[in-house]
């Protein structure tokens, strides 16, 4: 018995190892098949079925074989092959098998494959709600393996998904994360494909300006990367871009770019589909602008091309151009013609979309239908705003499904989003109140300008007042020192003259004597002369020099208190008694106001200032090398304004010379000949 047991126990061993390395040995045989069906579906120069019949082959060998990794890897080509050759039914089947085994087999990686995949056939076959269903299980375990590129993947077919069913915020949101991950990768494909995309979107939300920012970068990445392949992403671009230009109603523009998307000449025989829209937009924009130029063999051209691809929504789209182009020559038969061609179409082709595009042209070529097209466009379009709706809701619900696994996960970012969001406040709250306790210390500090600029000019005015009254104490001193001379000086000489003359005759000790007393008497007489001279000399050099050292003075001052390099000269020549107070206040006043415009506004590095006169005219002259105005504009500020009024009010010209980048200049002339006038106004 025992012996009979031994014999039963090795005869169970021996045939379970020969079983399994049976086994092993199948599936080694298998896993060659498969490379070899596989590789045999590569070889140039066999026919389709051929490479179909190869896949099919290494297909059917998988099902039978174990679920490992290797076969997984291998479904997966297998799945990729079936959807670059189109075959929607196949790679379903191979991409659902994916799946299975990956669920079984709890391999993350191939499982993101096979959710992609099945979101992939959905997508191809318009079955919308599944794909999204799909791609967002695919994305929540790329999200999790951290795997960037494919994460970015799926965000960009997503976001094509929902753009489809016109989800344009959450488009817009799937392909923004897709943008910032892919935009730091060398898949510039990829990166094309979703800054393409989000111009598009853009369009969809009538936001033209960043839909021509994302359509112009996408263009760039083509040229610069030299993408540009039979699948013509450069003209696709430019047609996008025209596109826009299209919707901005700017159909010159968008003539341009249609017409540059033409320019290649290789578009029509590898891609007239994208060949034919091109064309009808581009007979689309010439309609709005009445160029009839080469117009109708474009739209026919357009429509044949469509009617031979058997694309009937483009074919409707055509129709509805060519009407239009007959209702603008006037030719209603026509026009109604071809507007019921296309009505008649999209019912058969049962497309809403595409029915409320044919009624509306009916509506505007036939007023007979109107009511009863105005009637359908409503329920029609009603309809559609409703089913929208609900694709809206269905995407919203499979979101908030899958969304349960990282719950824990989102509560968590919540809260530390929420922690960021009080740490931003608090950073801009802060913020704010240094802003505005610094707008406040700037305000005090203008008013404080202001305050002691008046009080600067009522001091100059004061101090122009009292000259005015010590030019006039001046003169009436004068005629007292003439008449003192007259009455004193002069009589004293005749006198001493006279006594002289008496002495001359006489040569004694005495007359002698006396003779120079009186020279004596002569000298201190001479000395008096001097000094009254002397007197008289130095007020009118002090009458002189107090205009000149007031505006000494000011340019001192902006040397001192301003970064602005200034040089400046004062004519010593003037001849300051001829210009009249008035005119000094003013040119003061000016130049006051240039030296403040280029403290303020001019960011200038030099600055100078220049008084000069000739027998007729005195001339100021400051001029800065800083960013200068437009002299054209009509409204000037009130600084400009108020020295072109002093100006005129001093019956002179002034000339401001001013570019971008290149300073100001600022001459103003004054001529001396108007102090009488002036004085009279004063």
Wanted: charged share 30%; hydrophobic share 35%.
């Amino acid at each position: 018995m025992k012996n009979y047991l031994f014999i039963l126990i090795l005869s169970v061993l021996f045939f379970g190892c020969s079983k399994s390395k049976k086994d092993e040995l199948s599936e080694e045989s298998n896993s060659d098949s498969i490379s070899i069906y596989l590789k045999a579906s590569y070889k140039k120069g066999i026919t389709e079925k051929v490479e179909l019949d190869a896949i099919d082959k290494a297909y059917e060998i998988i099902k039978k074989s174990k679920n490992t990794n290797k076969n997984r890897d291998s479904l997966f080509s297998i799945s990729m092959r079936y959807y670059n050759k189109r075959s929607w039914e196949k790679f379903s089947n191979a991409s659902k098998t994916l799946l299975n085994y990956s669920i079984i087999s709890k391999d993350s990686i191939n499982l993101g494959k096979a959710y992609r995949y099945r979101a992939g056939f959905y997508k191809n076959t318009s079955i919308l709600d599944s794909s999204f269903y799909y791609y967002l299980k695919s994305e929540k375990i790329y999200f999790i393996l951290k795997d960037k590129v494919n994460y970015a993947n799926i965000l960009f077919n997503k976001g094509i998904v929902q753009h489809s069913v016109n989800d344009y915020l959450g488009a817009e949101l799937s392909l923004s994360k897709a943008y910032y991950i892919l935009k730091n990768t060398d898949d510039k494909i990829k990166y094309y494909g979703v800054l393409n995309e989000l111009g598009l979107v853009y369009i969809d939300l009538f936001e033209y300006d960043l839909a021509l920012k994302y359509l112009n970068e996408a263009l760039q990445v083509v040229i610069d990367n030299n993408l540009d392949n039979e699948d013509h992403q450069k003209s696709v671009c430019l047609s996008n871009i025209g596109f826009v230009y299209q919707n901005k109603e700017n159909y010159k523009k968008a003539i341009y770019f249609y017409n540059q998307s033409l320019s290649d000449k290789n578009i029509k025989i590898d891609n007239p589909e994208l060949y034919s829209n091109i064309v009808d937009n581009l007979c689309f924009c010439k309609l709005k602008i009445n160029d009839d130029v080469n117009l109708y063999k474009l739209l026919i051209e357009a429509l044949q091309i469509r009617q031979s691809l058997n694309n009937k929504p483009s074919v409707i789209l055509s129709y509805n151009h060519i009407s239009e182009y007959y209702l603008k020559k006037g030719d209603l038969i026509l026009a109604n013609t071809y507007s019921k061609k296309a009505l008649d179409l999209a019912i058969e082709i049962k497309n809403p979309v595409y029915y409320l595009s044919a009624l509306k042209q009916a509506s505007r070529v036939n007023n007979k239908y109107l009511p009863k097209y105005t009637k359908d466009y409503t329920r029609i379009n009603d309809s559609l705003q409703i089913e929208e709706r609900k694709s809206k809701d269905r995407f919203a619900r499979i979101s908030l499904e899958t969304d349960e696994i990282i719950q824990e996960k989102d509560v968590l970012e919540d809260r530390n989003r929420n922690l960021l969001y009080v740490f931003i406040f608090t950073v801009i709250l802060a913020s704010l109140l240094f802003i505005v306790r610094a707008q406040r210390t700037r305000t005090r500090e203008l008013l404080y300008k202001q305050t002691q600029q008046k009080a600067n000019e009522e001091i100059f005015n004061l101090m122009m007042s009292q000259q005015a009254i010590i030019d006039e104490s001046r003169s009436k001193e004068k005629k007292r020192l003439a008449r003192d001379l007259h009455d004193g000086v002069l009589g004293r000489m005749f006198g001493l003259r006279m006594n002289l003359d008496s002495l001359n005759n006489k040569n004694d000790e005495e007359t002698v004597n006396r003779r120079l007393e009186l020279l004596n008497e002569l000298k201190t007489i001479e000395q008096d002369i001097r000094e009254v001279s002397h007197d008289l000399n130095r007020e009118k050099q002090e009458l002189i020099n107090n205009f000149v050292s007031l505006v000494h003075n000011l340019l001192e001052e902006q040397q001192a208190s301003y970064q602005v390099k200034l040089s400046y000269s004062i004519d010593n020549n003037v001849n300051w008694d001829k210009i009249n107070n008035s005119i000094k206040i003013n040119m003061y006043r000016m130049l006051q106001e240039g030296l403040q415009n280029i403290n303020k506004y001019a960011n200038a590095k030099n600055s100078t200032v220049e008084i000069k006169a000739d027998e007729e005219n005195i001339c100021l002259k400051i001029k800065d090398d800083g960013i200068g105005f437009d002299v054209n504009k009509k409204s000037k500020g009130i600084g400009v304004q108020n020295m072109i009024s002093r100006t005129h009010e001093c019956q002179g010209t002034i000339d401001i010379k001013s570019e971008k980048d290149n300073g100001t200049q600022i001459i103003i002339t004054i001529p001396i000949i108007t102090k009488q006038i002036i004085e009279a106004q004063a």
